[in-house]
């Protein structure tokens, strides 16, 4: 799904003044809270899902670790929300969720080569644009030395898993098409988040490695794969689980996607004849009842 044209920004990080890597805590993180200041957070509200950040960040004070500046993450937002985290005691308190792409082993990070980019520029934590590298270059030869450095270092999980994602291209449903005003809006709001490729895939991704391959309805237990064979292998539709009158602006996290059939999600999004969305426990109750 990712290429050297999708990079189009480079961000520098730092953790602890240089004396240790960042996001570096968990080499199993799929995803990432990418930090930003205030004075940051302005170009971090640009990259859309999809745009590929290269982060980069100076070691100083690590035992056996040349100090010298090394490129070490590709990561792209999964979502188009800019989160402020008020409960945070530093002054990086605006997060980004990100996808991790490609991350580069810590001891063999890949170091930079003067001559070809310079990253005295994009400095200060900042979201710059992948230009500033070098000015005298094209811009995809950029890019193309940037995907050419981490080729050994790609997830091999992220990228396949987003192709093989199947998401309808809409939900043709008839509240849909009668909504009005604010409710509308809020109800737009959340079908893009069930859409949003980045995190449905990493959400699937999880629902096939607990379910051993395999994808069950979590309202009536349907399989797609059982029942249609290799035709259905992989395929579900995506929920968010976070009701629809609970608009507004918020991180989606994985843990709020749920996996469901058609038939279920289309129920999931009519109203009751008292005017209210059915929680997913709510269906699988009334499922059990009938």
């Not at 004075?39 to 070691?59: H, M, N, T």
């Not at 409710?183 to 737009?188: A, D, V």
Request: hydrophobic share 35%; aromatic share 8%.
């Amino acid at each position: 799904m990712f290429k050297a044209t999708d990079i189009h920004w480079v961000k520098n990080v730092k953790r602890n003044g240089g004396t240790d890597w960042a996001y570096y805590e968990n080499a199993d993180d799929t995803t990432i809270h990418l930090n930003f200041s205030d004075d940051q957070r302005k170009g971090a509200a640009l990259v859309s899902p999809g745009e590929i950040i290269l982060l980069f960040q100076r070691v100083d004070n690590l035992p056996g670790v040349p100090k010298r500046t090394y490129l070490t993450h590709l990561v792209t937002p999964i979502d188009s929300v800019l989160y402020k985290d008020s409960n945070s005691n530093h002054r990086f308190q605006y997060i980004r969720n990100v996808a991790i792409i490609a991350r580069a082993e810590p001891r063999t990070a890949i170091s930079t080569i003067p001559k070809e980019l310079n990253f005295y520029k994009p400095q200060w934590g900042k979201v710059c644009d992948i230009q500033l590298l070098n000015s005298l270059k094209p811009r995809y030869s950029i890019q193309q030395d940037v995907w050419t450095y981490f080729s050994q270092y790609l997830n091999p999980n992220l990228g396949s898993l987003l192709d093989q994602v199947e998401i309808p291209e809409e939900l043709i449903d008839e509240d849909i098409s009668v909504k009005e005003g604010s409710e509308r809006i809020i109800l737009l709001q959340h079908l893009s988040r069930e859409r949003n490729k980045m995190i449905v895939g990493l959400a699937k991704s999880r629902a096939l490695r607990q379910g051993a391959g395999y994808i069950q309805c979590e309202c009536c237990g349907f399989d797609f794969a059982r029942r249609y064979g290799s035709h259905g292998s992989k395929f579900i539709e995506c929920h968010h689980g976070i009701p629809i009158a609970s608009g507004g602006e918020r991180m989606t996290k994985i843990e709020d996607l749920h996996m469901v059939c058609s038939n279920c999600h289309r129920m999931l999004h009519r109203k009751t004849d008292q005017g209210v969305y059915l929680s997913i426990q709510e269906l699988k109750t009334l499922l059990h009842l009938i």
